[in-house]
């Protein structure tokens, strides 16, 4: 490899300077003149039509500037892929955090207080808060039948298999909701004036969902809506589509206020009435033959939506293409659907339905294992997939990925069949119980299917007055290195230095629509639009003669300067195009659903302490096939940080649902890992490369959240001899399941674990 | 958010990164919030607002605070330290520029307090190991790194803060 190049080195990270002096300016951090504070009136139930609004005594309503869905001067909706979701309701109801009224006041101390003090009556309608209250339909919630979306996949022929099959094994699976907890919560500020329309600057990660959103609210044409990314703390899929709604409530009230307003929730706020990860049920049935090798199946997995559609219907997609994990299918059919609920409406989470699905197969895996008669490691050994042949979408694998040596690499990393041995001997005593667990899985990098072709997304490239280059794009950095990393590609493919480049703040006034950052698609799609549209920028330097082939840094500086003296702004575009023999129906849901897969192995090694049934997870080995490997210190950031939300998701993170809301909207009872809970997670990298990717890249950030549950509810049931098969799991519902166990089976309980 | 403001305005005297600072306030007042709004100091970053995340850490006579649970009133008389006091001029605090290195800074919301509580750690304890570290910062919640190149970072700060000490005694011997 060339020493000088930029790409796979660790360089700083862009902002990072910013970031540990505090001088990074967040949307918090931001005062506008005359801004005055705006706050959200919310539902108290879970669903009812609103009869009568009432402004309680004691507070100075005529202070106070309160927008109701009457003052909306387009459609009242949060436009996204459907346009079911109300910006503020007016009649009815459909969840308990749902937005009725909105109040500002310059003194926000007033504000809790005015709150409060708005009495709404409802007359109350039946609500339903289960996915299976939902499939009843004893009440028709939305539509006609409860159902955002549903899909099909089949591969095939299922007729027959039960028939051969030396083994049917059958099990259901599920996972609870999960808060991103961001550290950052949700904010908004937005300004209006006639000339030049609305601005919003704000915490997110899609500033053109917003552009589109507040268009359709205000009805105003694109060039008077314009948003502008703030630094960002965090969003995890959480600011995907939730702050299209606040900079709706933000604008409305600055329409009326004729001031600027800020929105920024507090940490109950934003943790009650935002996203979360969709709760998911899968069932799996599945045909083995006696060699442990899978014959055909059926796959049933249902989200549930919450109340209104949102990304419901994508989260589904990416779930149904994942479940059925990294193995050979030669039948299967897979059902999938997505319900509606009295809840607030869930949304994207990193991995974005893919760890649902992925926790179920991984432990039916070890299900079809313990039926069979073989290891963990023999079952996966004879079912992965291999190039050359059709996952379930029917898409070849066309990589040269080795999933058998994968796995074992990853087992001798993290000493799993030493360990397991010895674990295995120990556990017959006293009262901590060792296990190891494995979960092999994969993730798609990019947006689904077609879904790329849809977006059709554009960067620019600019070479700029002083000579530097500045890339623009509507990809936002919230800590996974976005900024860091297209800065590489575009110097890289310049062949310039790294500092030489700088991102454009992303601002819908003044950077393309490359998309949304989501589905672990900046650095592999977006990276690739921005290497072609540098190397534009050079080729229009070279073609204008100001500058020859070979060039050094130096003299790239002095043409791109002269260029831009002479001819003014020197921007390059580069638009997405499909990779050719690139197939996919939409109807069917069949064929190329990824440009690229990235493939990963996971080893977790547990401890459960039978006096409180805690479980510690000790080791923890991470080994994972993303292409190339772009920047390896912000990689394996991504790596342990994904995995430690993956154990938090696993062993600590619940959700306490009452109608509909979440009862635990707090730091001090929604439990995320602290850094004294965590294990060393140690991350290992193979790099196939990808022809799809810039440099060879594929998508990594999503990857990480897919395997830990797996792995660590292996790991559980291989100490304790007791499966466990949903998440979160708590120390409780352990001892609720050894309980159970130990009726049962007194004898078979004690041997591996004695009840105190 | 309650209404702080149940007590009249009172005059306070604090010290604000080596400057003396006079102020008039609610005495119920967060701290927090007098840093950010009434100073300009917005290093400190709210997270949750009981003191759980610790991303409002600051440094009060030396202790590490939730700057978010504080009353301002109890700030009366005392030294504070925040994140922008940390680096001198344009050169880097050690621990700033080994989270730089280290990849200790992702999103960069938790980074000032996290950076603050192990400014305060390694005051106590020079020479951490690895289970101080993750101890000594285990009321500051991080969502994005998993605390690993956090923790390194603080590792790698601590030696080169020895080295350096080391080094001042090699001149001074």
Redesign the interface.
């Known amino acids: 490899m060339n020493p000088d190049r930029i790409v796979g080195k660790s360089v700083p990270r862009k902002e990072g300077g910013d970031k540990v002096t505090g001088k990074s300016q967040y949307v918090d951090d931001m005062v506008l003149p005359n801004m005055i504070f705006g706050a959200t009136v919310r539902s108290q139930i879970p669903r009812g039509r609103i009869k009568r609004i009432t402004f309680g005594p004691g507070v100075a309503w005529d202070e106070f500037v309160v927008v109701s869905a009457k003052d909306i001067p387009g459609k009242n909706c949060i436009a996204l892929i459907g346009e079911d979701q109300p910006c503020l309701a007016s009649d009815f109801v459909n969840h308990p955090e749902e937005p009725i009224l909105l109040l500002a006041h310059p003194d926000r101390h007033l504000l809790p207080k005015a709150v409060a003090a708005v009495a709404i009556e409802y007359e109350l309608l039946p609500a339903i808060f289960t996915m299976e209250e939902s499939e009843h339909r004893s009440q028709i919630i939305w539509g006609k039948d409860n159902i955002f979306k549903t899909f099909l996949i089949e591969k095939g022929d299922l007729a027959g298999v039960w028939e051969k099959a030396d083994f049917i094994v059958e099990g259901e699976y599920a996972t609870g909701a999960q808060e991103q907890l961001y550290i950052e919560n949700n904010g908004m500020i937005a300004a209006f004036d006639a000339a030049r329309g609305i601005t919003v600057w704000g915490s997110l990660q899609c500033p053109y969902y917003i552009h589109k959103a507040l268009m359709a609210l205000c009805n105003l044409p694109a060039e008077k809506v314009r948003v502008v990314q703030m630094e960002t703390g965090g969003a995890f899929g959480g600011k995907e589509d939730y702050p299209s709604m606040i900079a709706a409530h933000a604008t409305l009230l600055a329409i009326k206020a004729g001031k600027p307003v800020k929105i920024v929730y507090d940490r109950l706020e934003d943790m009650v009435a935002t996203t979360k990860r969709h709760p998911s049920r899968t069932r799996h049935r599945t045909a083995v033959g006696r060699d442990g090798k899978i014959l055909g199946g059926e796959i049933d997995f249902t989200i549930d939506g919450g109340a209104y559609a949102t990304l419901s219907s994508v989260v589904l997609s990416r779930g149904i293409i994942h479940a059925g994990g990294p193995y050979y299918w030669p039948s299967v059919r897979i059902r999938a659907k997505a319900v509606a609920t009295n809840a607030p409406p869930h949304g994207a989470f990193r991995g974005f339905g893919a760890p649902q699905s992925l926790f179920a197969m991984e432990r039916h895996m070890d299900r079809i294992a313990q039926a069979v008669g073989l290891s963990p490691v023999e079952i996966r050994h004879r079912n992965f997939l291999q190039p050359g042949q059709e996952t379930t979408t029917q898409q070849v694998i066309r990589e040269p990925i080795d999933l058998v040596k994968l796995l074992d690499r990853g087992l001798e990393a993290s000493g799993y069949h030493a360990k397991k041995q010895s674990f295995a001997k120990q556990n017959q005593l006293g009262t901590h119980k060792r296990g190891m667990g494995i979960a092999a899985f994969l993730h798609g990098a990019g947006f689904t299917g077609s879904g790329e072709r849809y977006l059709s997304s554009v960067v620019g490239v600019e070479g700029c007055a002083d000579g530097s280059v500045r890339v623009l794009v509507s990809s936002t950095e919230f800590g996974q290195g976005t900024k860091t990393v297209l800065s590489q590609i575009a110097a890289e493919a310049l062949g310039l230095p790294y500092e030489s480049v700088s991102m454009a703040q992303p601002d819908t006034l003044e950077v393309p629509n490359s998309g949304p950052t989501v589905a672990s698609r900046t650095a592999m799609v977006v990276g690739k639009l921005v290497q072609s549209a540098a190397l534009g920028v050079a080729q229009t330097l070279i073609s204008s003669g100001l500058l020859r082939a070979g060039y050094s840094a130096d003299e790239f500086r002095a043409a791109c300067q002269k260029h831009v003296a002479e001819h003014g702004p020197l921007h390059c575009w580069s638009r997405y195009e499909p990779p050719a023999g690139i197939f996919w129906d939409d109807q069917a849901y069949r064929g190329e659903a990824y440009a690229a897969f990235a493939w990963a192995v996971y080893i977790a090694e547990v401890t459960i302490d039978l006096t409180t049934f805690s479980v510690s997870v000790d080791d923890f080995v991470a080994l994972q096939e993303v292409g190339k490997v772009l920047h390896p210190l912000l990689a394996r950031g991504q790596i342990i940080g994904g995995v430690a939300q993956g154990i938090g998701f696993s062993l600590y993170e619940k959700v306490v649902w009452q109608n509909g809301r979440m009862q635990n909207g707090q730091m001090t009872n929604y439990i995320m890992p602290t850094s004294s809970d965590l294990p060393p997670i140690r991350v290992l990298f193979e790099e196939l490369g990808n022809v799809h990717g810039a440099y060879g890249a594929k998508g990594i950030g999503e990857l990480p959240m897919d395997g830990p549950a797996p792995a660590i509810l292996n790991a559980v049931e291989d100490a304790l001899g007791v499966g466990f098969d949903s998440v979160p799991l708590l120390p409780e519902d352990i001892m609720e399941g050894m309980d159970k166990r130990f009726l049962a089976d007194p004898a078979g309980a004690t041997s591996t674990g004695e009840r105190r | ?5 149940n007590a009249p305005k009172v005059e306070l005297a604090f010290t604000v990164n080596g400057q003396p600072r006079k102020i008039c306030a609610y005495p119920m007042e967060r701290l927090l919030d007098v840093l ?1 709004l009434e100073l300009g ?10 003191g ?2 610790g ?1 409002c850490s600051v440094l009060m006579n030396g202790a590490l605070v939730n700057s978010c649970l504080v009353p301002v009133s109890q700030a009366a008389g005392t030294e504070i330290v ?3 006091d ?2 001198e001029g344009e050169t ?1 605090h050690v621990l ?2 080994a ?14 307090g996290m ?1 603050l509580a192990a400014a305060h750690l390694l005051k106590g304890t020079p020479e951490p190991t690895m289970e101080e ?3 000594g ?15 390194e970072a603080v590792a790698e700060a601590a030696r080169r803060r020895l080295g350096q000490d080391h080094d001042r005694m090699r001149t001074t011997a």
């Not at chain 2, 958010?1 to 403001?5: A, L, S, Y």
């Not at chain 2, 100091?41 to 009981?50: D, I």
């Not at chain 2, 910062?137 to 923790?151: A, D, K, M, P, V």
């Open positions: 958010m309650t209404d702080p403001r950010r100091l917005t290093g400190a970053k709210e997270g949750c607002g009981e759980e995340c991303s925040t994140i922008e940390l680096a880097l700033q520029q989270f730089l290195e280290c990849g200790g800074a992702q999103c960069g919301i938790c980074t000032p950076i570290i993750r101890e910062l285990s009321g500051n919640l991080c969502r994005c790194t998993g605390y690993s190149q956090i923790i």
